[in-house]
């Protein structure tokens, strides 16, 4: 099946400092990618979709000047937290949607990334 | 807008069935999958269905869909300690795919 990855698994930054995420279709194109947060014990929060040579939409309530989105292959998006804070702590999650795929427009997810801010 | 709704929790002994239950709100859903994700893990795909579809068997999971009540389930045989795992529905009838908050399957051995 299609395989997402994502870079780093795990990050552990001091407050103030901005903290990159990399999210990477391996077998396929993702025109669109989704970058979720996941709060312990608790569901998916969509946070913003990413298209492929264009800016993300970002659902109401994300700072787009904190949470930078940058889509700029069919393979590749990152998601940079700037002045990281405390709160800023969770587990994010990548997605890629496979449209070309049987499955009609199936996301595959990355395995997330747990970024812990001191 | 657009709901999905899954019980939180569920609790079965090792060897029964598992059933969960999604209800959904979106009539134009074409595609409905069924997503696990083990601690500290993304969300691996299970299994997915067409609207068109009423039942999809895939070894020990076996998909019901009924279109008139927006009514999916997805049932375990033989429920193994290993299944302990958050279980994901999701539906997508175009560009957004809506996820329900996730039913957490306890397997007591």
């Known amino acids: 099946g299609a395989v997402v990855s994502q870079h780093p698994s795990w990050v552990i930054c001091k407050s103030g400092t901005s903290v990159k995420i990399e999210c990477r279709s391996l077998?396929?194109?993702?025109?669109?990618m989704f970058w979720y947060r996941q709060f312990p014990k608790q569901s998916l929060m969509l946070m913003a979709t990413?298209?492929?040579?264009?800016?993300?939409?970002?659902e109401q309530g994300v700072e787009k000047d904190k949470f930078l989105i940058n889509h700029a292959s069919l393979t590749l998006s990152t998601l940079t937290v700037t002045s990281a804070h405390p709160e800023d702590s969770s587990f994010y999650i990548c997605?890629?949607?496979?449209?070309?795929?049987?499955?009609?427009?199936?996301?595959?997810f990355g395995p997330g990334t747990r970024l812990t801010v001191l | 807008g657009e709901d999905v709704e899954q019980s939180l929790f569920l609790s079965v002994r090792e060897g029964d069935s598992s059933v969960i239950n999604c209800t959904y709100t979106?009539?134009?859903?074409?595609?409905l999958y069924w997503y696990k994700q083990e601690p500290g893990a993304g969300l691996q795909l299970l299994t997915y269905?067409?609207?068109?579809?009423d039942m999809k068997q895939d070894q020990r999971l076996t998909v019901l869909l009924n279109k008139k009540d927006k009514h999916l389930s997805l049932r375990i045989a033989d429920t193994q300690t290993g299944d302990s795992a958050i279980y994901f529905c999701?539906?997508?009838?175009?560009?957004?795919?809506?996820f329900g908050a996730g039913t957490r399957l306890f397997v007591k051995a």
């Open positions: 997605s890629a949607r496979d449209s070309v795929g049987s499955g009609g427009d199936t996301q595959y």
């Open positions: 077998d396929f194109q993702a025109t669109t």
């Open positions: 990413s298209n492929e040579g264009s800016k993300a939409t970002y």
């Open positions: 979106d009539s134009s859903s074409t595609y």
């Open positions: 269905i067409f609207s068109n579809m």
């Open positions: 999701a539906v997508s009838g175009g560009f957004k795919t809506i």
